[in-house]
């Protein structure tokens, strides 16, 4: 049974730094594209961030560019998420998710469909 569960979420002032991290239950983690997205009250789910099955790729959204970073660890089946300089619209549930079928580049990894198991979410709430 496939497991994601994020754990780091919390209540942070504008300006400040959180560290999301997802612990993956897949057997195969090590050729799976991650991803995390994000999904404010009221708004669309939307990609943060992605990383190919090998670390040799990110993906950013422009409004997180310079400020998140993602990476992974193959070797415990963990993918993380530094946030810093958050501001009060980076503001949701935080979702990790991970895509089992073969991605060639991350190209194909943009959209929640694209991906194949989800986390339970991981609330991210920055006061300004």
């Known amino acids: 049974q496939v497991q994601l569960v994020e754990s780091g979420g919390g209540l942070v002032q504008a300006g400040g730094s959180l560290r999301l991290s997802c612990a993956a239950s897949?057997?195969?983690?090590?050729?799976?594209?991650m991803g995390w997205f994000r999904q404010a009250p009221g708004k669309e789910r939307e990609l943060v961030g992605a990383i190919l099955w090998s670390g040799s790729a990110t993906y950013y959204a422009d409004s997180v560019k310079g400020r998140f970073t993602i990476s992974r660890d193959n070797a415990k089946n963990t993918v993380a998420l530094q946030m810093n300089s958050l501001t009060a619209e980076d503001t949701a549930v935080y979702y990790c998710?991970?895509?089992?079928?073969?991605?060639?580049?991350?190209?194909?990894?943009?959209?929640?469909?694209?991906?194949?198991?989800w986390g339970q979410g991981t609330q991210v709430t920055v006061s300004s």
């Open positions: 998710a991970a895509r089992v079928r073969s991605t060639v580049w991350l190209g194909q990894a943009r959209r929640p469909d694209d991906y194949d198991y």
């Open positions: 897949i057997r195969t983690f090590s050729s799976c594209t």
